[in-house]
């Protein structure tokens, strides 16, 4: 299994980011794999954000689910996991950046599976 992530290296705060993960070697519905996003600020350690099961079941972490609303509105959601059969790919989505969220964005599978990271820069 192959992880390649995707997206803008530079956002500016209070903008919506989207990051790919495009996985090749097995599908996304294997009956078998959780599809991660992890991050590293600068400086600091490895955060796991959140994860997404071959199910389509997600979880969140707790520190960033606060920054997440609970509506019937997804769209204003502010972290969101999500898949795409057709491209076999997992995205991430995050509304209302802010400069905490620089880093590089990591997709990760359990088999201990690593993509080779994307460097997200939050900053005017």
């Given amino acids: 299994v192959q992880l390649q992530e995707s997206g803008p290296g530079l956002v500016k705060p209070s903008q919506t980011l989207s990051l790919t993960c495009t996985v090749s070697g097995d599908s996304i519905t294997t009956n078998y794999y959780y599809w991660n996003w992890i991050r590293q600020p600068p400086g600091k350690g490895l955060e796991w954000m959140g994860a997404i099961a071959y199910s389509g079941v997600t979880y969140l972490s707790p520190s960033l689910k606060s920054r997440t609303s ?39 599978a359990n088999g201990d599976y690593w993509g080779q990271g994307t460097q997200v820069t939050v900053s005017s």
């Fill in 70 to 108: 609970i509506s019937r509105d997804t769209s204003k959601n502010q972290f969101t996991i999500s898949r795409h059969y057709a491209n076999n790919t997992v995205t991430l989505q995050m509304n209302s950046l802010e400069p905490e969220d620089t880093g590089v964005y990591y997709c990760w």
